[in-house]
């Protein structure tokens, strides 16, 4: 049985930082991509970013740009987004996800092709 959990969210002020993590148990984690997304009240979900097995990494917003790192640890089956000077236009729940493949997809996100999902973590950033 696949498992994916995220955690680490909460409440920041805008300007502090914050890290969520995601743990990945029952399938081959080293084959896949890992991504994460959020999704904010009434707006839909969007990528953030994805990273490989080997660690190439994509950045799907241009407002995270310098701000927000993705990482993973292969050893420990898991994958983080180190999320730095948060605005409050951050506020969102914050998804893992794990794609059918190891490759990021290029600008075009096809929720479809990301086939494990977590529970998602709330980040709220107050202003």
């Known amino acids: 049985q696949v498992q994916v959990m995220e955690s680490g969210g909460g409440l920041v002020p805008a300007g502090g930082s914050l890290s969520v993590s995601c743990t990945v148990s029952g399938l081959s984690f080293t084959n896949r991509a890992m991504g994460w997304f959020r999704q904010a009240p009434g707006k839909e979900r969007e990528a953030v970013s994805c990273i490989t097995s080997s660690g190439s990494n994509m950045r799907y917003l241009d407002n995270i740009k310098g701000r927000f790192t993705i990482s993973r640890d292969n050893a420990k089956n898991t994958v983080s987004l180190d999320m730095n000077s948060l605005k409050p236009e951050d506020t969102a729940m914050y998804y893992c996800?794990?794609?059918?493949?190891?490759?990021?997809?290029?600008?075009?996100?096809?929720?479809?092709?990301?086939?494990?999902w977590g529970q998602g973590t709330q980040v709220t950033v107050s202003s």
């Open positions: 996800a794990a794609r059918r493949s190891d490759s990021c997809p290029g600008r075009s996100v096809a929720m479809s092709d990301w086939i494990y």
